[in-house]
T-cell receptor
Framework: DAGVIQSPRHEVTEMGQEVTLRCKPISGHDYLFWYRQTMMRGLELLIYFNNNVPIDDSGMPEDRFSAKMPNASFSTLKIQPSEPRDSAVYFC?????????????FGPGTRLTVL | GDSVTQMEGPVTLSEEAFLTINCTYTATGYPSLFWYVQYPGEGLQLLLKATKADDKGSNKGFEATYRKETTSFHLEKGSVQVSDSAVYFCALSDRGSTLGRLYFGRGTQLTVWP
């Protein structure tokens, strides 16, 4: 299996621009998670889905952030408009809870820099 | 609510030294416990886990024992290598209303010098 795939790996943009991060989970996994990692705040859970349905989005910082999962093999995290404080590494992870317990498999991350 | 507290870093050791990274947890149910490792420039990956009290998880020379009486899951390795330099995260899952979710600690940076 190719593992969790994220794109792009690096994104540099200017304040006010729209940013879209993409994730392809491991085939067959029923949970998908979006995290943000910064030095100041550590690893934060932003939102997670079960069978494409958002379960908990309480970690989404504000209305500028939105996430979708239109099908079982694709999810996006969008920031519009972006701000310098959004600069971070964003990770996507997936899991198959029914048979593998709660082990999450992480993608390599997208490093976002907002100038 | 559920939470994990792990020792503050950074931890700096010489090669072949003994490693302990402390982790304690708070949970409302009967959690599973995990240690994840993050190498530079990569995502987190599972190092080991334990699903019930007194279980010992082990992998790559690392061990951790699920201690319900002390609500702890300390990570240990008898002889660290330079290649173990990474950030280590303790985590728990509580199969209640938050099924599928992991609660992570802040992470502990480990640097091993030759």
């Amino acid at each position: 299996d190719a593992g969790v795939i994220q794109s792009p790996r690096h994104e540099v943009t200017e304040m006010g621009q729209e940013v879209t991060l993409r994730c392809k989970p491991i085939s067959g996994h029923d949970y998908l998670f979006w995290y943000r990692q910064t030095m100041m705040r550590g690893l934060e859970l932003l939102i997670y889905f079960n069978n494409n349905v958002p379960i908990d989005d309480s970690g989404m910082p504000e209305d500028r952030f939105s996430a979708k999962m239109p099908n079982a093999s694709f999810s996006t995290l969008k920031i519009q408009p972006s701000e310098p404080r959004d600069s971070a590494v964003y990770f996507c992870a997936s899991s198959l809870v029914a048979s593998q317990g709660d082990t999450q498999y992480f993608g390599p991350g997208t490093r976002l820099t907002v100038l | 609510g559920d939470s994990v507290t792990q020792m503050e870093g950074p931890v700096t050791l010489s090669e072949e030294a003994f490693l302990t990274i402390n982790c304690t947890y708070t949970a409302t149910g009967y959690p599973s416990l995990f240690w994840y490792v993050q190498y530079p420039g990569e995502g987190l990956q599972l190092l080991l886990k334990a699903t019930k009290a007194d279980d010992k998880g082990s992998n790559k020379g690392f061990e951790a024992t699920y201690r319900k009486e002390t609500t702890s899951f300390h990570l240990e390795k008898g002889s660290v290598q330079v290649s173990d330099s990474a950030v280590y995260f303790c985590a728990l899952s509580d199969r209640g209303s938050t099924l599928g979710r992991l609660y992570f600690g802040r992470g502990t940076q480990l640097t091993v010098w030759p």
